[in-house]
């Protein structure tokens, strides 16, 4: 498992850095700090087709959620929504 | 037969079991600076119920690892006691109130309510809320659904129809029908249970907070809409509710900037949903 984002305290002091494999050891001692989420590197399988169909998905699925009229600040968050959608699905 | 008034609610409010001991601590503790772990550990040993999910949750956190959980004791040293008291809180509240009748489940009322609750806890520590106040608060924002309910199923099963059906927010739906909505319905519980009077004013809000002037309130009104964007609970057909200009700039919150936090967020929301089997 590797980390894919650094790991860092209260203070920003980086306890790991991103690219670290981590092993049993690691994680029970980032559990004993309370560390309760991390961000690991995955690996990616798909082709350019099932990206693209996913990318629509997640468009159709914004839209849908963000259906109606609503305040500028409604539209601000959807474009936020949508660009963190498109960002970790490609 | 006419629905409930809103003045009548109290009546209602007393046919709903009364908040877990433990939750009522919790909350107490979150103004007192003298509440500390050695008494909550004795509030929830006094629960065997509330000790099996504690080691519960803390034993799928280590799942995979060498040791298991076997004691509070373990559980608040391996999780912490901020940690701790959110899973004793949401799990308290779950379980205490579990209805599930044919056209309302309040388990998917519970998961909603912990989405917003993990993003208000998010958005505190950004803004320089208090986090505790704002993940009790996020928990706690729909009780008057509950309320609303056991005072009459038939009107808020009505209620329900049209906000599906019709595609307009519940609150729309609730007013038609009850002639008020869960944010009035939950103040009135709230006010009955004695909750702090930041909780009842987060509660009143969520929905429309431009008016009360509650830093609190802005921030479970902008959670709850965060919590519709990031698609957090299984709702049935979701919509973002409209989103308060005021409440967002009250909180000087930039959305480029603070998304960011979304991946956190997703991953706590996750995390705390395993841990509570929901």
Partial sequence: MTLARAITDREGSVLLSSGTVLDLAMLERLIRRGVDAISVLVPDNRDEATIAEELRAVERRIETIFRGAGSSARDQLRDAVLTYRIETTK | ?278
């Fill in chain 2, 1 to 278: 037969m006419t629905a409930p008034t809103l003045d009548r609610l109290p009546d209602h409010a007393e046919a709903l079991p009364s908040l877990p001991e433990v939750v009522n601590y919790l909350i107490r503790a979150l103004n007192d600076d003298n509440a500390n772990l050695e008494t909550l550990a004795h509030h929830i040993n006094s629960d065997p119920a509330i000790v099996a999910r504690l080691l519960a949750a803390a034993n799928s956190v280590t799942a995979g690892l060498s040791k298991r959980v076997h004691s509070a004791g373990q559980a608040f040293l391996l999780l912490g006691a901020d940690r701790i008291a959110s899973i004793i809180l949401a799990s308290a509240l779950i379980y205490r109130y579990d209805t599930h009748t044919s056209g309302f489940n309040a388990r998917m009322l519970w998961q909603h309510s912990l989405g917003v609750a993990t993003c208000a806890r998010v958005l505190a520590e950004q803004t320089g809320v208090d986090p505790e106040l704002a993940f009790t608060s996020g928990l706690l924002h729909d009780i008057g659904q509950l309320l609303m309910h056991t005072a009459s199923p038939s009107h808020f099963l009505k209620a329900l129809d049209r906000h599906l059906n019709e595609d307009i927010p519940l609150f729309v739906a609730e007013r038609s029908v009850f002639g008020y909505d869960h944010c009035d319905a939950g103040r009135v519980l709230a006010t009955a249970w004695k909750l702090p009077t930041d909780i009842i004013d987060a509660i009143a809000a969520h929905h429309e907070p431009d008016g009360f002037g509650s830093e609190i309130g802005n921030l479970i009104h902008v959670s709850e809409c965060l919590s519709h964007a990031l698609d957090l609970g299984e709702l049935p057909s979701n919509r973002v509710p409209d989103l308060s200009e005021l409440a967002c700039a009250n909180l000087g919150l930039s959305w480029p900037k603070f998304a960011a936090q979304f991946a956190e967020i997703e991953a706590r929301f996750d995390d705390f949903r395993v841990s509570l089997g929901i």
